[in-house]
């Protein structure tokens, strides 16, 4: 039963989602991937050991990061209340500033 | 307020009767609108776009001024101390600061971070650079080097620079309490909130000039992370954000009081996720300030991992997985059916659930199976009062660590506390916004913290200066409408009612021109207005209750916060100021007179000022991070002189001091600091028992106190040779009794330096006992 409902409840969300627009899509493709980037880390960290911490700290803080500003530029975007240009800018200025905090940390 | 009526929107006291179509500075549209470029230009220019001067530029130049001299009167009112005393470091701690700031401006920053002070907590020494918060010294520094290398403005000294740095953050704060009130309210609200800092007594007494000490920059870098959070929260901007984040770094920087902040602002967000405000605004803005703000605190070295692993830092962490989760919530309704919703929201809720109880777990069992990683001892004297005084005596001992009693609040806050509850109502109406519920927990949770130790006072008083100006603001607003609508008297116009939207969310409602509700007078007086006459006096009242808020916040910061307490001054009988430099002359004498690696014992509240102006080796200063160092000094001075000297010489200390308020009546003197000294002492070494130095009755030291007392080195020292001053039959002037012990001599110490007024007494420690016992008189040398 518990699988019957999972598998309707996907068969109805990739209907939904399909609606959405090309570029929506490409970008929550991006915080996917950067999520699932951080789990590795985690995994690696869990695994091998999490001997430079600050080297460990810094990668996997630097790809939830980018994870959490993407999922912030979707949100402002998918809204269609703002211009895509300026958010995208706005966008641009802060994923610049966390890559440069964490390749400073990174050591 | 169960009726379904409509208030009267409230328009902005500066900006007019008429609603314009352009509004440039309304900050309820939000500035965010606007380019930066665009912004700037019309910020400067005088006359606006249409050509000349309208009544939004006047109002816009009045507020200018307003601000300007707001910032100018939160230099000033500082400045007392400089013109009473002199230009000097006050207290202790800034002493040290002042230390750091000198060898970072001589030495430069890759020996600033590599700073290990060995002239301190000898033998053990202190590692500087990793364990300082370095805002407030890097910022004298390269303040320090701007003035010096890029103006060139010679002869500007380090200690120059250090005794301003209070003032001139003060009007900083000014400007960015008005900014954060500003987005909160209006720009009425904003002056009013930055004219209350500007001046209040609290913040005045821990950043007058010549206080170089973390608050004075702390409280500026706490408004503005605030400003730009909650502007970063109403735009929805990344870049907002950005600056948020920023100001947050300078804040961990500068202040181990940032743990309030990474804890307010999770707390602020659960408050808005709990009463069903969540929005794509508050997501970007809370974990965009989260994430960074991690990454930024765990570069300093001062915090380092314990911005990820100590349990002050985990709220923001949970919060933030919570709002992942309801973010995720919302994102699958909207891309699902309701029925598809319904079913997965029930699977989603059981699996979160089911996760959130393991993660928490593992997180309390982590966080109690490793003793370093609970709360720290402070934190947890924050929260349970009673925690400090039962197991960290030194903690306890510190007197700005003492619960603060209503004449302090009425003093330091006078007014702010007043209508700091009015503020608070203020809040809610006419909707309570993400700001303004920021406002409110803010305060709230500042006044339980100020209740419970009187050095957080400072925490709570930016906050119950917002309130205030917004209270003190909507209250003029009313009365100036009122006073408005009585001259003009038109009943067409309705002044408040159109124009501008209400405070908070940015231009969403449109302003009710023209409406009238079924509350209005008979006449069509809009609601709420009183007449014009009661509002006139109403409004002189106003004035008349803030002018004398301010006699008494310029009274108190020139007569009560201003003195360095290293100088000292009375009245002579004839009005003459007579000044006590008891302190400056013994430190030079130390400098002078002993060799340059000699040790200099005392109990730590002088050894920030012995390292800084005597520059000797001393054995525990103001840091107070080695209980049990401090408790080996507390057991000497209370230990018998034979036993003070083994433990002294086993630290190869060769001087001692102590400071002996008796001659003069300064209360602040070793001899009542001592029970502390015993219970510190006690609290490592079980031979030193309190009781056993508490006379008949009480602590005393006439002929009734305890033989041990009357034994121990701190008494010796203290009276010794007293008795040629004030003879045989002498009083103490702080204790106000004979002292108990006349004769006193020395057999293992030997006196070498007492200052004018008998409040230092420096002794040297001998190498070997004394063959005769040194009870001839000496001339107390005055070198």
Known sequence: MLVGELKEICGVFRQEYGKTSKMLKIVDSFVIFAIATAAVQMANALLVGTFPFNACLASTLCCLGAAILTASFRMQIGGGKSRVEKVFADYCVAMIFLIFVSISYVG | MGQSR??????????????????PFDPSTGAATMSPAAAVSSAFAPWGVAGKMTDKDVARWVERAALGMIMAVAFAIRLFSIVKYESVIHEFDPYFNYRVTKFASEKGMAEFWNFFDDRTWYPLGRVVGGTIYPGLTLTATWIYWFITDVLKLHPVSVKDVCVMIGPIFSALTALSTYGLVNEVRGKGAGLMAACLIATIPSYISRSVAGSYDNEAVAIFALVVTFYLYVKSMKTGSLLWGVGASLAYFYMVSSWGGYTFIINLIPIHALAMIVTNNFSANLYVAYSQFILNGTLLALVLPVVGFNAVQTSEHFSGFFVLGLMNAVALVKFLRSNLTERAFQK?????????????????????????????????????????????????PIIASVSEHQAPTWSSFMNDLRLAIVFMGAGIMSCFKPRLTGASLFLVIWGVTSVYFSGVMVRLMLVLAPVACCLTGIAISDVLDLLCRSYRYEKTSSPGDDNGVSSSPGAGKGGKKKGRAGRRGSEDAADGTPYGLVPGQLAFFGIAGLVVVLSFHLFHCSYLGGEGYSSPSIILQSRTSTGDVYVFDDYREAYSWLRENTDYDAKVASWWDYGYQTTAMADRTVLVDNNTWNNTHIATVGRAMASPEKKAWEIFRALDVDYVFVVFGGMVGYSSDDINKFLWMVRIGGGEYPDIVEKDYIGEGYYRIDEKASPTMLNTLMYKLSYHRFQDIVGRDGMDRVRNTRFGKPDIQLKYFEEAFTSQHWMLRVYKVLDKPARSKTGVPKSSLKN
Not at chain 2, 7 to 21: M, V
Not at chain 2, 367 to 381: H, V
Request: aromatic fraction near 12%; glycine fraction near 8%; charge should be positive.
């Open chain 2, 6 to 23: 409509h208030r009267p929107c409230r328009t902005n006291w500066h900006q007019g009767r008429r609603a314009s179509t352009r509004r």
């Open chain 2, 344 to 392: 997965a929201f029930r699977l989603f809720v059981t699996l979160a659930v089911v996760g959130a109880g393991v993660a928490v777990l593992g997180v309390i069992t982590y966080a109690m199976t490793s003793p370093t990683f609970r709360w720290s001892g402070r934190s947890l004297s924050l929260l349970d009062p009673t925690y400090a005084k039962k197991y960290i």
